[in-house]
């Protein structure tokens, strides 16, 4: 199980260059990438994009990558190969779009990329295969961390568990008493409404009414729910893979179930624990949104 938060960096120099990659991640319902890059690597977003989905499912994720100088005091000329590199790139682009006329040195110069410090001392078609080996590292480290984090949810989220089970176990030991003494309050009312007119009613079916309405206030059906839910959080917990929105669906209903005990419950203990196991469940449903 992983979390949606995490943080991963990566870095390379020779040199003449010193290249940081830094991706950072967020709960998010989706994937959603945002990418920050130098002009020369923005024709690889795409592959990179497919690079970051093939290793992370859900997160508002933030990819930077910077090009530096390795020596920010060196001035900042265009060496001899990349203007080679750069003159022969033009001339195959005036090629293929049957463009005429010469290629001068000003037109070269006039180049922003030449001017970036980094782009100067490492030709474009250089930085690509180095940039992808960094990002495969950052990756990795973002999904260590992501992993770390996620146990630590999981811990907290199997505590609150816990807490939720006790609750329920005191519950299950009210119910009997509860529903017996509501048949009882029940049965004196109503045989002192009835004394009040006049009536008498025939012991069968006043027995038969008085057991529909106290049906009302059992939730032993509410607590089965409640613990197959709670069974079913603990094996997606321990399971791999995708989980927080199959967690999210657990814990939706499982504030249901509670919020049926809370109602029908009728005692005051057995109110108590309810709040308890909602205010356990709110925390948890805040857990869970952070989770892949």
């Known amino acids: ?6 943080f991963g960096s990566a870095a390379g120099r020779d040199r003449r260059v010193h290249l940081e990659v830094e991706i950072r991640s967020v709960n998010h319902r989706y994937l959603a990438l945002k990418q920050s890059l130098p002009e020369e690597l923005e024709r690889h ?63 070269l ?3 922003p990329a030449l001017w970036s410090g980094a782009s100067a001392a490492e030709p474009a078609g250089d930085l690509w295969p ?17 992993e770390r984090e996620g146990e630590g949810i999981g811990r907290d989220l199997r505590g609150r568990l816990d807490a ?20 009882k309050r029940l049965d004196e009312r109503v045989r002192a409404l009835l004394a009040q007119k006049g009536l008498e009613a025939s012991k069968p079916d006043l027995a038969k009414e008085i057991a529909l ?24 917990l321990a399971g791999n ?3 927080g929105r199959r967690l999210d669906f657990l814990a939706q209903e499982m504030g249901r ?22 205010a356990e469940l709110e925390k948890i449903k805040e857990q869970v949104e952070n989770i892949e």
């Open 164 to 183: 939720i089970e006790k609750r329920l176990a005191r519950v299950q030991e009210r119910v009997p008493a509860v529903v017996e003494t509501y048949q």
């Open 45 to 107: 977003e795409a592959e990179i994009e497919q690079h970051v989905r093939s290793r992370l499912a859900r997160g508002s994720v933030t990819l930077r990558v910077s090009l530096k100088s390795a020596d920010p005091s060196a001035p900042v000329l265009p060496d001899a190969r990349t203007l080679k590199a750069y003159a022969r790139r033009l001339r195959e682009v005036q090629q293929d779009l049957g463009l005429k006329g010469e290629l001068a040195l000003e037109d």
């Open 257 to 278: 179930e509670a919020n049926t005990i809370a109602s029908k419950g009728n005692d005051a203990e057995i109110s108590v624990c309810a709040v308890d196991i909602k």
């Open 241 to 243: 893979g995708q989980v």
């Open 130 to 146: 180095r940039t992808k080996k960094l990002i495969g590292k950052a990756l990795d480290a973002l999904v260590a961390a992501r």
């Open 109 to 111: 110069l006039a180049i």
């Open 213 to 236: 309405y106290a049906d009302r206030c059992d939730v032993s059906e509410e607590l089965q729910r409640l613990r197959a839910h709670t069974g079913e959080f603990r094996k997606a």
């Open 1 to 6: 199980m992983k979390s949606m938060t995490g």
